[in-house]
């Protein structure tokens, strides 16, 4: 199955086949997540007609809600996403609310009711958008109850798809694995990161992989060092419990960072088949290489204090609403790490994320050596917001401009990840999605630094004004992109 760059048209339209009826039960339907994008995905992909004509959608929690009630929450999460640019259009709602009903899920005479509601709908998506400490049990109940195929039947599919995080350090993502392998086959398993669905990856992507043009220096030969950010302006809001249970490095650098180090770093891939890709990317995760040194010496962990975001004052992580006032959770961690790989000896890669950030940005900042010192290039590869790569010289007085842009992405809204990965799991193409080997491999990497978190309290950082504490600006020279416009 091939990686899909920014589709043009549906690709049922392209094979000129009927697609597969189907249905998605959406557990944890009555949260945050599902409100916020599933929904809006689903009617979005549903209007555009890319989703088969008969898909039946199903939301499951535990709460006691009626079908009205339910379509009222959906209808609700529909109207909010217009505000970004879907489009209602009442006469088609009319005929796809039909398609939507709830299912209350707490003990097995829900499942039972579940495969009942069913029993039409041949293939199967279950996506799993609860909190993770229900993963296991749901996808047990739904084997128990019949409602999980057999992978090697060649008539009819059900596949899962899990919400982050998958574990919460190297023990529980393995135990996690052991429990659902029991009833499903990795090609089940859709674990899902929706950065990978974002414009800028693919843009990324295509960059390395099909273009390749910057492929014969893409090497410690010619790079200096590489810096990856993901900032965020904005702080915890309201989900402080989810907070307290997760941190910084299990909420992005687990995860995000770690698929986008993958892609930026790992060679390319034979084909772009699922496969191969996949192959190339647990290769380059096992080489990383964590904490040599000291931890101290190679990472920094941070909490926000009060600051000012925009001009307006913004309290710190402990004022949150929720937060215990002596909570020393991390809302931001940067690192140093290393590649044990013939391509990168020797090259540092520094990485670093955070809430509360003077911006949010995710970027990758490629450092190329120049022929004499200090006269050489950096490239940024801007993966959100406005997607591009630019090439900038390397200037002693912090130039902000780019040089020249290298993409040619265009400037109309592209799919929202959410709805590229949903399109993709209705097609069996996991390309997109995170495998078992690169999740564990990413858990060995970072349980060390979560263990050693646990003891040492993060250092502060005014929330808005730094770029994280006064360490991690120590730990490298960085470098964001302030401007993406090359003209003045
Ligand atoms: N919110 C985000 O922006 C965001 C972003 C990326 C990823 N995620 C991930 O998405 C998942 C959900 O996050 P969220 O923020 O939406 O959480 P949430 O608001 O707490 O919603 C979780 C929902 O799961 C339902 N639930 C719990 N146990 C269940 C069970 N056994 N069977 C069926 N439903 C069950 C609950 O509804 P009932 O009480 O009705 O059962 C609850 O409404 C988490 O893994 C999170 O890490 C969230």
Redesign the pocket.
Known sequence: MSFFWIATASPFEESHQEPPSAAIVV???????????IFPALYHLALEGRLPENTAIVG????N?SNEEFLKLFRKAVDSAATSGIKIDESFWTRFKGRISYQ???TDEGYNQLNHLLRNQTNRIYY????????S??VQKLSEHGLIYDSKQKDRWSRVVI???FGRDLDSAQNLQNEISKVLDESQIYR?D?FLGKEGIQNLFAFRFKEGLFEPIWNRRYVDQVQITIGEEIGIGT?AQ?WEE?GLVR?LLQNHMMQILALAAMDPPANLDSEKIHAEKIKLLNAVRLFPDKIENVAVMGQYDEGEVKGISVPGYRQESGVPAKSSIETFAAAKVFIDNDRWEGVPFYLRAGKRLPAKTTEIAVFFKGLQKDNGHTLFIRIQPEPGIFLRKISKEGESRPLVRLDTLSDQPQADAYEKLLEDCFHGDASLFVQADEQIASWKLWTPLIRHAATHPPDRYPAGKTWGPKAAEELAHWEVLEKTSINP
Do not use: N, V
Not at 27 to 37: E, P, R
Not at 128 to 135: D, R, Y
């Open positions: 557990f944890g339907a009555t949260g945050d997540l599902a409100s916020l994008k499951a929690g535990r709460k809600l209350k899920i707490d799993l958008a609860t909190q993770p400490s229900a993963f049990s749901i919400e982050k995080p899902i929706h989900r989810f997760t909420d």
